[in-house]
């Protein structure tokens, strides 16, 4: 964990979840100048096979989670825009979503269907290895770019971490 991280935990297939997390961080720290969303569920099977539940599941955590977190994260991003910082989404997801796999429809299709409001943000999609994650987050972070959509699989936590502590500290 990194140094004075707080860890706020909830369950991302309940609506509410998106506002504990950011009156978590809030909480803890008086401010919040980014969210790094890496989190999601996966389903295998053909789409004929897939029941309802577990479609809403796929949805609800890889598709509204992220939309829902962005929302309640907007006004302390502004907050912290406004106050010369520069505040940072990064949002991890699956190659699925661009390259759909055989057997993972309800996946693919509810990670592709994340849609981010119009927030006048620069938007750059980053299509790296797992291994590259980290290097092409901070350099992302680095060249100052605003929203970065990191598109992979299997990024380990640990450069989660670093990549996040990266952006609060620059």
Avoid: C
């Avoid at 297939?13 to 809030?26: K, P, W, Y």
């Avoid at 029941?51 to 991003?77: H, M």
């Avoid at 940072?88 to 699956?94: D, P, Q, R």
């Amino acid at each position: 964990l990194v140094p004075g991280a707080a860890v706020v935990t909830a369950d991302l297939r309940h609506a509410a979840a998106a506002d504990t997390i950011v009156r978590g961080a809030v909480s803890a720290h008086g401010t919040l100048d980014g969210l790094v969303f890496a989190a999601g569920v996966v389903a295998f099977g053909p789409a004929l096979e897939l029941d309802d539940d577990v479609l809403v599941e796929l949805f609800t955590v890889n598709a509204l989670a992220p939309i829902r977190l962005l929302r309640a994260a907007g006004p302390w991003l502004v907050e912290s825009a406004g106050a010369g910082r520069s505040p940072f989404v990064v949002h991890t997801s699956a190659v699925v979503a661009e390259q759909p796999v055989a057997g993972m429809a309800g996946y693919s299709a509810a990670k592709a269907a994340r849609v981010l409001a119009e927030t006048g943000a620069d938007v750059t999609v980053v299509f790296v290895p797992a291994k590259a994650t980290k290097a092409a987050v901070i350099e992302a972070i680095d060249a100052g770019i605003p929203l970065a959509v990191v598109i992979t699989e299997g990024i380990p936590i640990i450069d989660t971490a670093a990549f996040w502590a990266h952006a609060v500290n620059t």
